[in-house]
């Protein structure tokens, strides 16, 4: 009986294998007929949602003052538990432990710079480097996602792997803060980390990038998925980034794990509250 009953398990196996293959090899051949040159001119296959600024800023206000537990949380009650969390060594290199200005809650918009395969412009005279960098900062590592940021937003940029540039600087990063960006989320690098310390501009990061752009990445895309921290990230996502790290919201998900976060930062504030008035603490911005 036990040889009988494996046998059939393995002709069930090899049918579902041939299924799938069957299944595969026709969806290849339709795309193979259909759509190949559309294809190999490259096609991307996650459609970025556009969403109206207002409808940005009412969700953000079901966000407000929730940290990165609360919402961590709210994923868990809605079925999204270890979705959304970045690796731990992407976070903030200051923090401000009374009114929590480095804390981020905003809308993401993506950006995706990856390694060159463009030379090095080598030794040149001051004045040729100098246009080989303004040229190269034009044609090939600009910033476009410039006029995509206003008010709400978190930029997410995904670096070129294993790079040593600093894509993120302390002008740059003021310049986005300017046109309303709260906060800056980067998968790897940024420089002058001292000024943007100063600066008081919440940014999360892994390391200090030194390098320029120019002849160490290029731009990729914006506002398309891209991966940072190990998670993805869509153009429209909440971000919301604290002490303890960076978590992504699913646009979908972001109501129902806002209600259900505020519930429990309303309940952890009501307990510390009492707990710090039978120790005799003055209260402070955590519980009120």
């Known amino acids: 009986m036990k040889g009988s009953r494996a046998t059939r398990l393995a002709v069930l196996s090899m049918v579902a294998l041939v299924s799938v293959n069957s299944f595969l090899f026709a969806a290849a051949k339709k795309e193979k007929g259909e ?130 540039v600093g894509t993120i600087g302390s002008n740059n990063i003021m310049g986005w803060k300017a046109r309303g960006c709260l906060g800056v989320v980067s998968s790897t690098t940024a420089r002058d980390s001292d000024e943007i310390i100063t600066e008081k501009i919440p940014l999360y990061y892994k390391k200090p990038g030194r390098g320029i752009r120019p002849g160490r990445n290029e731009i990729e895309s914006v506002n398309r998925p891209i991966v940072c921290g190990g998670v993805l990230v869509m153009p429209g996502d909440v971000i919301v980034a604290d002490g303890d790290g960076v978590i992504v919201v699913p646009r979908a998900a972001a109501e129902d794990v806002a209600k259900y976060a505020q519930k429990i930062l309303e309940g952890d504030k009501a307990g510390r509250r009492g707990l710090y008035k039978k120790l005799g603490l003055p209260e402070d911005a955590s519980v009120k």
């Open 35 to 164: 759509n190949a040159a559309e294809i190999r001119a490259g096609k991307n296959y996650i459609p970025t949602t556009v969403y109206p600024e207002e409808d940005d800023l009412k969700l953000l206000e079901l966000f407000k003052g929730l940290r990165v537990s609360d919402v961590c949380d709210g994923m868990d009650a809605v079925g999204l538990q270890n979705i959304g969390l970045m690796d731990p060594d992407i976070r903030a290199p200051w923090r401000d432990t009374v009114h929590y200005t480095h804390r981020i809650c905003g809308i993401a918009v993506t950006a995706r710079y990856v390694p060159t395969q463009k030379p090095p412009a080598g030794r040149l005279p001051v004045e040729q480097f100098n246009t080989w960098v303004k040229d190269f900062y034009s044609s090939y590592t600009s910033e476009p996602f410039v006029p995509l940021i206003r008010k709400g937003t978190v930029m997410v940029i995904e670096e070129a792997p294993n790079t040593d």
